[in-house]
């Protein structure tokens, strides 16, 4: 790739369109309901949304969005641990900044923050790690979220903590795991889908032979995708075919960036450091066996669930938001009875409309595209 202008190329994108079409009319021919494609990655979702990808599919074709957004996922109980930490005299609190507006039981932590918190949002763990060279007076804490795509970062951190024996810096330890989440979606009866695009990001860290899984067991067919307009339509693509020759199979369409086998340095750091919880709570979906890490006991000092009292509180979510059948894929965003209305970005009841990579996000800010209601534009009056 010499320019990002390669994958937004129009006259390629119809090339693939046309393509897609042929294909959706020959394997649905004797169906009676559309194809299911999940994108994982909350990244897909926004540029299908973003590029009008959706609009230009065949009424054969459906995509539906999975649950690959870290911060959507987010329980309210452990927002409310994030706070009771921020809120302790002694704790500057570091976080991304798409966190800070996710809501719990009480408030967030920009709320928080104006409650006199001290609450900072950093870009990198190792930002957090120079504040607290810089107060060695002060606990500092470092959020961290993320599937595999930011455990290395957060991994490396820590080690670099302990290597210059940095005492005062801790984690607050949210990863999350993508394969146990994809085996809890394809175990849901709720849903009948016909192939995956695979997440890039973290395909980009685990590699690709991981979800052999899904094609052997299962017989559904992944694509790893990347996140340019032609990426999604050729990935798509690649699942359609697979599906109209009838074959199961791990695709790799982001091989520019993804290899087989992951990134070994990556991977030796995420095992070095963490080890798998038993279960770990999701928002909408529950609790999900394995499906989250926390620290080694080798790096506990560096834990903050050992290190301070958390209240790890398990909160249900409000009964009107409805972001867990929206992350598993049973309603479209725009089903949900309260979006646009009680839960917009500005004021969100929900986590899937915070984040950037939130699939209620992408359709309030991309003009609600496939709702069957007037498209209305963010922030205008109804």
């Known amino acids: 790739m010499k320019y990002v202008d390669e994958f937004r190329d129009p006259v390629k994108a119809q090339t693939l369109l046309a393509e ?31 590029y009008g990808i959706q609009q230009m599919l065949p009424d054969e074709v459906e995509f539906v969005h999975g649950p690959g957004c870290p911060v959507c996922v987010l329980p309210m109980g452990r927002v409310d641990d994030c706070v009771a930490l921020a809120e302790r005299a002694e704790v500057i609190f570091t976080t991304f900044g798409d966190a800070v507006r996710v809501p719990g039981s009480r408030k967030s932590l920009l709320k928080a923050k104006a409650d006199g918190a001290d609450v900072r949002i950093v870009y ?18 470092f959020f961290g979220l993320g599937f595999e795509t930011t455990m290395p970062s957060t991994a490396m951190t820590v080690i670099q903590a302990r290597r210059q024996d940095v005492t005062n810096f801790s984690l607050f330890c949210n990863h999350i795991t993508i394969i146990p989440t994809i085996k ?55 699942v359609l075919r697979q599906i ?43 609790s999900i ?3 989250g890490v926390r620290l080694r006991e080798s790096y506990a000092a560096f834990d903050a ?35 646009g209305t009680a839960c917009t970005p500005e004021v969100p009841l929900g986590s899937l409309m915070v984040s950037s990579e939130g699939a209620c996000a992408a359709y309030y800010n991309y003009g609600r595209l496939d709702s069957p209601e007037p498209a209305v534009a963010a922030g205008a009056p109804a």
């Open 20 to 50: 897609i079409r042929l294909l959706s009319a020959r394997i649905t021919r004797t169906r009676t309901r559309p194809l299911q494609v999940m994108e994982v990655c909350g990244g897909h979702t926004h540029s299908i949304f973003r």
């Open 124 to 141: 990198s763990p190792l930002d957090a790690l120079a504040i607290a060279r810089k107060n060695p007076e002060r606990e500092v804490i």
């Open 184 to 238: 809890a979606i394809l175990d849901s009866p709720d849903l009948h889908l016909d192939g995956f695009l695979g997440p890039g990001h973290v395909s980009m860290v685990i590699g690709t032979t991981i979800y052999d899984f899904v094609a052997r067991h299962y017989r559904k067919p992944i694509t790893i995708a990347g996140f340019e307009p032609l990426d999604v339509l050729h990935a798509l693509w690649m």
């Open 244 to 286: 109209d020759e009838g074959r199961c199979e791990v695709e790799n369409q982001y091989g520019r960036i993804v290899p087989r086998h992951g990134n070994p340095s990556a991977l030796a750091a995420i095992q070095e450091v963490y080890e798998l919880r038993e279960f770990f709570e999701w928002r909408g979906l529950g």
């Open 289 to 291: 066996d394995h499906s």
């Open 305 to 339: 669930e050992r290190k301070f009292a958390v209240p790890n509180i398990r909160i249900a979510d409000p009964k009107a938001c409805q972001c867990g059948e929206v992350l598993k894929g049973v309603i479209k965003p725009y089903q949900c009875k309260v979006f």
